[in-house]
């Protein structure tokens, strides 16, 4: 049995923007729209599967090219999204239950799908330190690659279906005026595992503020947006967890906008019993800073998220804060909302462009080039013997710790290549990174692919 660690499993989470925490602002008029990824138990976008809202047959859709999907005029309320795929043949489902708010968008609603077959169930009872069952409890199981989350019924009972067998999950249980509880559940196919907790009653303990918190901002090609193929946007978040290792495999939710720079945020996880979740504040100027809520977790086992937020630009500072919320939050008592972290800062770079190679051109001279990166301490020059994927490593430098003359201190924009000799009429495929000394900005190129003559 797989034992999940927990940077992966909530490196997907369910999100929706805040309404409590106050200023929430600049969005115009939204509707009840849900949006997602779809994905497989290796991570993969699943194109062309059904996704539905069960009870609604008619808030229906199917995913794009990239796993995406859209519903929308979605009713306000607890919502199963459902989805189905045939793959080979062979049928695959999966869910998710989305929370739906009056015209704000619910994003984040991402969905494993596993085959029908290889699927196991959790189910239990929530209840207090007197055996009564709590209505209305959330329950969290977390995987590998997505989380799923079950309400209580009036008798404190819970389901949750459809998760990939194989694993062993965390799954938590949380409700406003109780302390959470954590217990660990083993999934096996066509069975179903028992799990039930009881909490105690909170009393509105405060919960400590996150700690540590650090930013990293993302600047992709901007013109590949629209055009983007999954096989690009698997090579794009493999360079990505290539240059920093601790970052979750995936990050789904950049396909649910046009996006181009994400600011990843991390902080230490803390397990605190009476925790619900955190407000995550961005603001331009600190006084923006104080105000502007833009997103709420509500998972008490989070410790990454991702703003893909259209709005964010190259060059401008963006400055983040975040606060916990205790399980009393929902209710407005006091003590609810801890202080705030420690305040981090980012100025996003401006996309690079390789200059030299052209698409497909065969070198005589292998020299490479690019466009200069404002602010930009060094660019990284990697070449790959094959198209860049996940556990691919480039041919140059075969050390990135050490990359040697792979390295280019600005402001030179070209390096003559001195690397493992490249065979004639192969192809091989050129990234520039820039960089900032501490590796908290970054920008990537588009992916060139070239060959010698």
Not at 72 to 85: E, Q, Y
Not at 372 to 398: G, H, I, M
């Amino acid at each position: 049995m797989k034992m999940m660690k927990r940077y992966c499993v909530w490196a997907i989470w369910v999100v929706s923007l805040i309404v409590g925490l106050s200023g929430c602002s600049g969005d115009t008029a939204r509707t009840n729209v849900i949006s997602g990824t779809v994905t497989d138990v290796e991570g993969e976008s699943v194109v062309d599967a059904e996704v539905f809202v069960d009870g609604f047959p008619m808030r229906n859709t199917r995913t794009l090219h990239n796993g995406t999907y859209y519903l929308t005029n979605v009713p306000a309320g607890f919502r199963l999204i459902r989805v189905r795929a045939i793959i080979n043949g062979v049928e695959y489902t999966g869910q998710n239950v989305a929370q739906v708010l009056e015209e704000e968008p619910t994003k984040s609603v991402n969905i494993m799908i596993a085959r029908t077959t290889q699927q196991g169930t959790v189910e239990g009872f929530v209840r207090d330190a007197f055996g009564r069952g709590i209505e209305g409890a959330r329950v969290f199981a977390g995987g590998a690659l997505s989380s799923a989350f079950a309400r209580t019924d009036r008798r404190g009972f819970y389901r949750i279906t459809g998760l990939p067998s194989g694993y062993e999950y965390p799954i938590v249980a949380s409700a406003p005026g109780f302390e959470n509880d954590e217990r660990q559940v083993e999934i096996y196919p066509g069975e179903v595992s028992t799990i039930s907790f009881t909490l105690n009653s909170s009393r509105s303990v405060p919960v400590d503020p996150p700690q540590n918190l650090s930013a990293i901002a993302w600047t992709l090609p901007q013109t590949l947006i629209a055009t983007r193929s999954p096989q690009e946007r698997r090579a794009y978040d493999a360079i990505m967890q290539l240059l920093e290792p601790n970052r979750p495999m995936r990050s789904p939710t950049r396909s649910t906008s046009n996006s181009w720079i994400e600011v990843s945020l991390t902080w230490d996880y803390q397990r605190q019993l009476s925790l619900l979740g955190y407000g995550i504040y961005r603001g331009r100027t600190l006084s923006e800073l104080q105000a502007n809520a833009i997103a709420f977790l509500r998972d008490p086992l989070a410790d990454f998220f991702a703003d893909l937020d259209p709005a964010l630009q190259p060059n401008v500072t963006y400055f983040y804060e975040m606060v916990a919320l205790n399980t009393d939050y929902l209710d407005n008592r006091p003590n609810s909302v801890s202080d705030r972290s420690n305040r981090v800062s980012v100025t996003p770079f401006e996309p690079i462009r390789i200059t030299a190679p052209r698409a497909n051109e065969i070198m005589n001279d292998i020299i490479f080039s690019w466009t200069p990166v404002t602010r930009a301490d060094y660019y990284l020059v990697l070449v790959y013997d094959r198209f860049p994927d996940y556990k691919v490593n480039p041919l140059f430098p075969p050390d990135l710790e050490n990359p040697g003359a792979a390295r280019v201190f600005a402001p030179n924009t070209s390096l003559v290549y001195t690397g493992p000799a490249l065979v004639r009429g192969r192809t091989y495929y050129l990234v520039v990174v820039a960089q900032s000394n501490d590796r908290q900005t970054r920008s990537i190129s588009q992916i060139v692919p070239f060959q010698v003559r």
